[in-house]
């Protein structure tokens, strides 16, 4: 058996988003990292580890992870529950949903939490020429960051008024695909949206080479 | 003093089985196929499969049962879940991890095992080597002309259905000088066929970018070390289609000695299914793939590995599966019923196609698989080929041997022509299988590299 290679980092803040998120800052301890890659996270004498995308920037002091609590989950409710101060083991980085630095359109599609590695595109410099389409139950949940403000950021809130379309996101991608058709397209989050997402976007002819993948499970 | 080591799984782990027996052979203890007499038990172990499991906790029950009647040291090793590490604890006396492999004769002589041989054997000092001296431990090789060689070791790619990242840790890539040291050694010995080995071969030194070899350098430099040599075959598995390059390809045709054939995983014909078992490929890129091996490679056979009834698999999307087998005509399908491996990601999903259902979808890729293979055998009835004989078949009355491309043939012949290359005229085939006849110049050694097929 080969030991995973983990690091000790401290948790720096815990910052409730809504009742069911938070996000996590821990100490960076000199991990380098591109902006759409993951770590693994475990709690320090425990035997669970889970993979959380990287929500900080490349040039971030610290790591910022975004945490979807699942009732009665082994790890994230004790994730959810640290406070600075505490100790978590973090081994990684890891994952190839990195884009490069071109000057490629991009659509940048995501539910929940899956939101996290496009703030780390965002945050490292990588998004230029991007829209952010985020779908959410409630609005609050869009208003976990404020680094949205210069961002064109499109919020699908399936369950309240106030985003710019009260649905899904997938209802978005159906009326928006065909004048985006020359766009790269990134999905993060939950594997049926993006499976929607994916048909969606094969019916309209986009190249499969085109379209970017990192499902949360 | 006698031991008996048992490995579960692939052939990672039975090049591990391979450095442990070397290090207790090192310490005078001699190996024996009979637990019974044995005075060390070992398991290397496998978490890909819950079965594998199954058996080391099984395996430990009955040898504690025997500790009241025979003195017994016991150890495991190998890939074995952080989740699982305390229970072995409890039951084994040894839990070493194969970077410790270096300090086992330690531990060993620790539990009151000392040999006239071992008070010689000192521990490796601390290396910045991740892997201690794990890559230095020269193996006991199983057969005297076939030889696997670790290139690599963990996984970077978090397929969902895979708990190798959690067992084995991340890419850590072999320095190319031990590489080449070991199969320069083994080409000293007359060894005939080389398998590099690694979770994902074809992403070798991108743990060390810039320091490190590529994949296609390092296979050009293994290539080098045979010009002008007794011949051999030099495999690599397996590769992910996400690292495979042209270069590779291209390597692979430029030199005799790298055989052609090519393992490339599958997995699922289907897009929705790759990006779920986040495979971080499409079956676009997959198809540009195969298009390149039959471009550049055109005698290369082809392999691939294939999982049925993973969790959410509908029935158009197996049926997609079914197509891109037809599309891609194998040589070989491993083809593996989906079972939730314990600490893979994919082990919290529901595992909901029924278990007849995937036994029904196997049994049809079966068919495809036999129809595609035996097409290609029986093209290749009346040529001539040089084969591997590598030994005999179950009833014991033919000689096995395997082609370049690793399609399996029996012929009859004596047993002095086990490992060694002959020459054959193809004269029967199989679905799965050739069956052949020596060539009147196939009872001397012949090169590979000069056959004219």
């Known amino acids: 058996m080969f030991r995973i290679i983990l690091m000790i980092h401290r948790v720096l803040g815990v910052n409730t988003l809504s009742s069911g998120a938070v996000c996590v800052r821990f100490s960076r301890e000199g991990m380098s990292f591109q902006a759409g890659q993951h770590i693994l996270v475990s709690l320090p004498g425990t035997y669970v580890a889970r993979e959380y995308s990287i929500a900080s920037g490349e040039q971030d002091p610290w790591l910022e992870i975004l945490i979807r609590v699942v009732p009665g989950g082994k790890l994230s409710p004790k994730l959810a529950r640290l406070k600075p101060g505490d100790h978590v083991e973090i081994s990684g980085p890891c994952g190839f949903f990195t884009p490069d630095l071109s000057s490629a359109k991009r659509v940048l599609v995501a539910t929940g939490t899956g939101i996290a590695p496009f703030r780390s595109f965002f945050r490292s410099g990588k998004a230029a020429q991007s829209v952010l389409v985020h779908g959410v139950r409630q609005l609050v949940e869009t208003s976990w960051f404020d680094d949205w403000s210069t961002v064109p950021y499109v919020r699908c809130v399936s369950r309240e008024d106030g985003g710019e379309l009260r649905g899904r996101v997938t209802q978005w991608i159906a009326q928006n695909a065909p004048r985006l058709a020359e766009c790269e397209w990134w999905f993060c989050g939950n594997s049926q949206m993006i499976q929607e997402g994916w048909d969606l976007l094969q019916q309209v002819g986009l190249d499969s080479n085109q379209i970017h993948t990192e499902v949360y499970f | ?453």
């Open chain 2, 1 to 453: 003093m006698k031991f008996h080591l048992i490995h579960l799984g692939c052939q990672m782990n039975q090049s591990d089985a391979e450095r442990i027996k070397a290090v207790l052979k090192g310490m005078g203890i001699a190996e024996t196929d009979n637990e019974e007499e044995a005075n060390i038990l070992g398991i290397v172990s496998c978490s890909v499969r819950q079965k594998s499991i199954d058996r080391v906790y099984s395996k430990i029950e009955e040898w504690n049962a025997r500790k009241d009647r025979s003195n017994l040291l016991t150890c495991v090793s190998g890939c074995i879940l952080p989740a699982d590490e305390p229970k072995f604890l409890k039951r084994f006396d040894l839990l070493f991890r194969i970077h410790e492999i270096a300090k086992l004769p330690d531990m060993i002589r620790q539990y009151g095992v000392v040999t006239p041989a071992s008070l010689y054997i000192t521990s490796q000092a601390q290396t910045n080597d991740p892997l201690g001296g794990f890559w230095k431990v020269e193996p006991d090789y199983s057969s005297p002309f076939e030889a696997y060689v670790p290139i690599q070791n963990g996984c970077d790619k978090f397929c969902t259905f895979c708990a190798v990242p959690y067992t084995r840790g991340r890419e850590v890539s072999r320095p190319s000088d031990d590489i080449l040291a070991e199969v320069e050694r083994l080409i000293q010995r007359g060894v005939k066929s080389i398998t590099l080995l690694g979770q994902n071969v074809n992403s070798y030194g991108l743990d060390k970018a810039g320091k490190e070899m590529t994949f296609a350098q390092l296979l050009r430099s293994v290539a080098e070390l045979g010009r002008g040599r007794p011949p051999f075959w030099v495999y690599f598995t397996s590769p992910h289609p996400r690292d495979m390059s042209t270069q590779v390809l291209q390597t692979i045709a430029e030199h005799p000695v790298l055989a052609k054939q090519i393992h490339l995983p599958l997995q699922s014909g289907d897009d929705k299914v790759l990006i779920r078992m986040n495979r971080n490929h499409s079956m676009e890129r997959y198809r540009e793939l195969v298009h390149q091996i039959r471009h550049i490679l055109p005698t290369a056979t082809l392999f691939t590995d294939i999982i049925v009834g993973f969790s959410g698999e509908t029935q158009e999307q197996f049926e997609n599966t079914q197509k891109a087998m037809e599309e891609f005509q194998y040589n070989m399908a491993y083809i593996a019923l989906y079972s939730p491996r314990p600490g893979a990601a994919s082990s919290r999903w529901p595992d909901d196609v029924p278990q007849s259902v995937k036994k029904a979808r196997l049994a049809q890729l079966t068919e495809v698989l036999r129809q595609s293979s035996g097409d290609y055998n029986r093209e290749q009835v009346g040529k001539i080929f040089t084969v591997l004989v590598d030994g005999k078949d179950r009833k014991g009355q033919y000689l096995s041997a395997r082609t370049e491309g690793k399609i399996p043939l029996r012929l009859l012949g004596p047993d002095e022509l086990i490992g060694q290359f002959v020459q054959v005229r193809i004269t029967k085939a199989a679905d799965l299988s050739l069956e052949a006849e020596l060539c009147e110049e196939g009872l001397r050694s012949v090169s590979p590299q000069l056959e004219a097929v």
